[in-house]
Each structure stands twice: as C-alpha cells, then as structure tokens.
C-alpha cells in the first residue's frame, strides 16, 4: 500500500474516532465532574450543587430557589415576575432552578426537563429553560429537538445526550429533592433557604427580600 494511502487511511480513522468522542463520550461525562450528593429522607432547606443553573450573580448574597415544572402553568405565569425580581438587581440577588415534574399530570414534562440539561451541557440552560416556559409550548420530542436546533446548539451532541439518558439522574435527583422537602406542588420558592409563602408577584416577592 502507498505510505501516502496509509497516512490518509490513518489520519481519516483519527478524525472519526475524535469525531464519536466529541459528539458521544463528552456529553455522557460532562456531568460527572464531582458526584451527586445523596439526598437525605428529610431537608430543612434545599441545597446548593454543582448541577443547579444559577440566573444572576453565582455569589449573591439573595438566594431565589425555584422548584418548577415546564408543563406547569403557574410556572409559565410567574416566569417574568422572577425574571423582574433578578434584573433589578442581578449583583445581589441570584435564582437557582430546580426540577421538579410532575409526571402524574404531564407525562411528558419529565423529557423536557432533561432536555434543559442537555441544553445546560452546551452552555444554554437558560436560552432552553425560557423556551420552555414560554406559554403554548409544546413538549413533544420533536419540539424539544426544534428548540435546540433553533437556539443553535450542536444538535448531534443534544441527540446523543438524550439517547444516553446522561441527565435523568439530574432530574430525579432534584425531583428526590423536592420530595425530601415535602413539596406538594410548584413552583415552590424558597428565599435564602426558608420556603416563600407570600403572593408570586415582583412587589410580593421583593417585600419578602427587603424584609431577610
């Protein structure tokens, strides 16, 4: 065989092999930096991880904590009053998403949210998590794909991260989350760790700030 065939041969072989690292064995690893932490049967408070997107100043002395569900109607309709609450001062205070779906009514919201992750892998949490949240959005697989392709993530490297399921334990180990701190619907707010009961509105919620 020609040396210059044989250096070809090699060098395609190369790029193939990087190729299926780059598009499959990545995306499967990009989440085992550090290990989950178990969940405890009962929390006082939720915690802060290295898997929780963060919305705002990452040391902001103002900790938002949302438990939410992308299928959840509510949710949509206080999205712009957290967004509010974190653009008017988005040094101090910071908003930390949770998933919490509730299978029982939206068989589908659990997908959704494993494809936000799979959207956090590439650096977009939040592009794909306002997508999301905006009303009339469908949750259908075909959709979740359209959103990805839309705001321009790699789409292979999506795909193969939800054939791989890499992010159901991000999820579920949210969702264990959320039942340790027996919560009964979403979204649930908790501000810097106790549990917001006060209305869901820009003045309801800054109240409760001014008042930490």
Same mark, same amino acid.
């Given at each position: 065989?020609?040396?210059?065939?044989?250096?070809?041969?090699?060098?395609?072989?190369?790029?193939?092999?990087?190729?299926?690292?780059?598009?499959?064995?990545?995306?499967?690893?990009?989440?085992?930096?550090?290990?989950?932490?178990? $969940?405890?049967?009962?929390?006082?408070?939720?915690?802060?991880?290295?898997?929780?997107?963060?919305?705002?100043?990452?040391?902001?002395?103002?900790?938002?904590?949302?438990?939410?569900?992308?299928?959840?109607?509510?949710?949509? &309709?206080?999205?712009?009053?957290?967004?509010?609450?974190?653009?008017?001062?988005?040094?101090?205070?910071?908003?930390?998403?949770?998933?919490?779906?509730?299978?029982?009514?939206?068989?589908?919201?659990?997908?959704?949210?494993?494809?936000?992750?799979?959207?956090?892998?590439?650096?977009?949490?939040?592009?794909?998590?306002?997508?999301?949240?905006?009303?009339?959005?469908?949750?259908?697989?075909?959709?979740?794909?359209? $959103?990805?392709?839309?705001?321009?993530?790699?789409?292979? &490297?999506?795909?193969?991260?939800?054939?791989?399921?890499?992010?159901?334990? $991000?999820?579920?180990?949210?969702?264990?989350?959320?039942?340790?701190?027996?919560? &009964?619907?979403?979204?649930?707010?908790?501000?810097?760790?106790?549990?917001?009961?006060?209305?869901?509105?820009?003045?309801?919620?800054?109240?409760?700030?001014?008042?930490?």
């Amino acid at each position: 065989m020609p040396k210059k065939l044989l250096l070809l041969i090699i060098s395609l072989l190369a790029i193939t092999i990087l190729s299926v690292f780059i598009v499959v064995v990545l995306p499967e690893r990009a989440f085992q930096k550090d290990e989950l932490v178990e $969940i405890p049967t009962t929390l006082s408070e939720p915690l802060i991880t290295f898997v929780d997107p963060i919305r705002g100043n990452k040391d902001a002395k103002i900790t938002i904590v949302e438990f939410g569900d992308f299928a959840c109607a509510l949710c949509k &309709s206080i999205e712009p009053a957290l967004q509010a609450v974190i653009s008017e001062a988005p040094n101090k205070r910071r908003l930390i998403w949770k998933d919490a779906p509730n299978v029982n009514e939206h068989a589908e919201t659990f997908t959704a949210s494993m494809a936000a992750r799979c959207a956090q892998d590439q650096g977009k949490f939040w592009e794909y998590h306002d997508r999301l949240m905006l009303p009339g959005t469908s949750l259908n697989a075909e959709n979740l794909v359209n $959103i990805a392709v839309q705001l321009e993530l790699n789409e292979a &490297s999506f795909q193969s991260c939800m054939a791989s399921d890499v992010t159901r334990p $991000i999820v579920q180990h949210t969702l264990e989350e959320a039942f340790a701190l027996d919560i &009964s619907g979403t979204p649930t707010i908790f501000l810097n760790g106790v549990e917001y009961t006060g209305p869901l509105t820009i003045e309801g919620i800054n109240s409760a700030i001014d008042s930490l």
